[in-house]
């Protein structure tokens, strides 16, 4: 079983927490990636319900996620100095994308060999940025890819440029972050703060429809800095190689991290240049259903698999 880890730790090595288990082989199995600031713990809902069903759910750490995650040795320093917080260089700032694509890319095909060797590839929140650039280099390896409230960022774009966008105007998150990414080398966030206004902003952004306890839990496992290198990679899918993958996105429409707004401009825009459509599906909730709306979640994860098992069993015919 997955082992849940404090979100920001002083362990220096980035070992790739993962979980696995044997399925039919006429099943397909799920790989599901976190977002930003959360980690493998994310899933700890949804991963059972897709195992119970009969599929293989495979979660990770990402590098420097979880338990890959250092902290700045400002945070645990007592009194605690918030200046000094906001200012300290980020012990994360030289994790890679290309890291954390490559993470993936060997779960993925791990998970290929568990099922029947096509993979559903879920990604939430800044996760996107990583299933995308997966799908890129492997797209024989999968049935499909979702986004949960995910960056599906056009080609040559960054998350940093989707993110400035009109349609994300609305976004409560920016207002979590602390000190000057640019300076410490990463986008950080306070999540154990005991300020009562940041607490009410982590919430509304990330957590609205999710009960308090279950935000408690949460907040604890989160870590503090999130590389800009996923905020400032462009993204670099084409159509001959992402755009042959099914596509699916699964719209929160009381998102106020990535607001329905932007969801919707990506979706558009992605379709638009890549081609092919984006198959949608709606969940009235917050920026978190994996922990609100669970059994929701894992339905629609199901009917996608089911869709393309009946669509590649066609076209066996």
């Known amino acids: 079983m997955n082992r849940f880890t404090a979100g920001c730790t002083d362990r220096p090595d980035r070992k790739i927490e993962r979980k696995k288990i044997s399925v039919s082989k006429s099943k397909a199995a799920f790989v599901l990636v976190h977002g930003g600031w959360h980690n493998h713990s994310a899933w700890d809902r949804v991963a059972p319900i897709l195992e119970t069903n009969g599929f293989a759910a495979l979660t990770l750490d990402l590098p420097g996620a979880g338990a890959n995650a250092i902290a700045p040795l400002s945070l645990s320093r007592r009194p605690f100095d918030p200046v000094a917080f906001a200012g300290e260089p980020s012990p994360m700032a030289g994790v890679t994308q290309e890291e954390r694509t490559q993470a993936v890319v060997a779960l993925v095909k791990e998970a290929a ?28 390896l999968l049935r499909a890819v979702v986004y949960i409230a995910g960056f599906m960022v056009p080609s040559g774009m960054t998350l940093l440029d989707v993110l400035q966008h009109e349609s994300m105007s ?49 907040t604890s496992l989160l870590h503090c800095d999130e590389s800009n290198a996923g905020a400032l990679a462009p993204s670099e899918i084409t159509s001959a190689r992402f755009g042959t993958v099914p596509r699916h996105y699964i719209r929160c429409t009381l ?37 609100s709306q669970p059994v929701a979640l894992s339905r629609i994860l199901t009917n996608i698999y089911v869709q393309h098992s009946a669509e590649q069993s066609e076209e066996m015919r």
């Open 113 to 140: 060999s568990l099922g029947d060797g096509k993979v559903i590839l879920v990604g939430h929140s800044a996760g996107g940025m990583t299933i995308s650039a997966v799908a890129e280099k492997v797209p024989n």
């Open 170 to 218: 609305s976004a409560l998150s920016p207002g979590l972050f602390v000190g000057d990414p640019v300076a410490i080398g990463a986008t950080r966030i306070h999540p154990g703060s005991i300020d009562e206004g940041y607490r009410s902003l982590l919430k509304a952004s990330f957590y609205a429809d999710v009960p308090e306890s279950d935000i408690a839990r949460m």
């Open 255 to 291: 998102d106020r991290a990535i607001p329905l707004t932007g969801q919707d401009h990506m979706v558009a825009t992605v379709d638009s240049t890549i081609g092919g459509k984006t198959i949608t599906h709606t969940l009235e909730s917050s920026h978190s259903p994996f922990l």
